[in-house]
């Protein structure tokens, strides 16, 4: 197993576009996060699964924004009407979450998005 | 509320030299804390671990602190290499949750290496 997997690694669209990210976990984790990350500040935690269920989502979440993890292994993150404010890394980790858990969150490459 | 803070924002230092990060946190109850280091356009990659009884850890070059009293842990860079040029992020983790509640990330300090 190589890591946790994201694509595209960059995105550039026109505003009002939809775009999507997939990520592929380590294969063993159970839990999955994504995150987004804007230039010079620390990721910010948009949501996050429990095999395929969806147990929290942050405000940041608005509603042009949807994830799934619909068999509990890949996840997508889906954003609709992209506006410039969308511009950022988006960020995926996942974790054994359970007994073999030790905190450490696995992240991907990140998916860089630009909407002109 | 939970919060944690990172200083410096950012630090230019020259090659061979050592540096120290900061990281003042408020999270409570604590779990642990960890360090990770983002190379840019990268993702970030866990450096250390700190559980509440524990001082001091060493991992290369990189030696963390926390003292949980005062809630401050430090991060220190012995004889700098160019590699080490990235931002480091501070995030705390409370004992239950996964959520925007469990984990709390610093800023991060970006850390510059001059030849």
């Known amino acids: 197993d190589t890591g946790v997997s994201q694509n595209p690694r960059h995105k550039i669209t026109k505003r009002g576009q939809n775009v999507t990210f997939r990520c592929d976990p380590i294969?063993?984790?159970?839990?999955l996060y994504w995150y987004r990350q804007t230039l010079g500040q620390g990721p910010e935690f948009l949501t996050y699964?429990?095999?395929?269920?969806?147990?929290?989502k942050s405000r940041l979440l608005s509603d042009r924004f949807s994830a799934e993890r619909p068999k509990g292994s890949f996840s997508t993150l889906e954003i609709q009407r992209t506006e410039q404010g969308d511009s950022a890394m988006y960020l995926c980790?996942?974790?054994?979450?359970?007994?073999?858990?030790?905190?450490?969150?696995?992240f991907g490459e990140g998916s860089r998005l630009t909407v002109l | 509320k939970n919060q944690v803070e990172q200083s410096p924002q950012s630090l230019i230092i020259l090659e061979g030299k050592n540096c120290t990060l900061q990281?003042?946190?408020?999270?409570?109850?604590?779990?642990?804390l960890r360090w990770y280091k983002q190379d840019t356009g990268r993702g970030p990659v866990s450096l250390t671990i700190?559980?509440?009884?524990?001082n001091t850890k060493s991992n290369g070059r990189y030696t963390a602190t926390l003292d949980a009293d005062t809630k401050q842990s430090s991060l220190h860079i012995t004889a700098s290499q160019l590699s080490d040029s990235a931002s480091y992020i501070c995030?705390?983790?409370?004992?239950?949750?996964?959520?925007?509640?469990?984990?709390?990330f610093g800023k991060g300090t970006h850390l510059i290496i001059q030849p």
């Open positions: 700190m559980t509440f009884s524990e």
């Open positions: 990281c003042n946190y408020t999270v409570s109850p604590f779990s642990n």
């Open positions: 980790a996942s974790t054994p979450w359970g007994a073999r858990d030790t905190g450490e969150l696995f």
């Open positions: 294969s063993e984790h159970n839990r």
């Open positions: 995030v705390v983790s409370r004992p239950s949750g996964g959520g925007a509640d469990g984990l709390t």
């Open positions: 699964f429990q095999n395929e269920a969806q147990l929290e």
